[in-house]
């Protein structure tokens, strides 16, 4: 997949946990350890929008592109 998620390195400068960021941003501890190890394909604003509120941070900083060769 080009898209490659960054969520474990925002969370380790943050400091943050993966239970504390489900808990704060309201998602069960399964979805979001999907997300952390890259194992969905979709991902809601919603969603993204409440974990770039609790990193203090942008989508930008968690999702990368990479051109596929």
Do not use: H, W
């Not at 979001?32 to 194992?39: E, V």
């Amino acid at each position: 997949m080009a898209i490659i998620l960054r969520l474990d390195r925002m969370m380790a400068d943050r400091k943050m946990s993966l239970n504390e960021l489900s808990q704060r941003v309201g998602i069960s501890n399964v979805n979001l350890s999907n997300l952390k190890t890259g194992k969905v394909k979709a991902i809601r604003f919603s969603t993204l929008d409440a974990i770039c509120n609790v990193l203090d941070c942008q989508p930008g900083d968690i999702l990368e592109y990479k051109k596929e060769e």
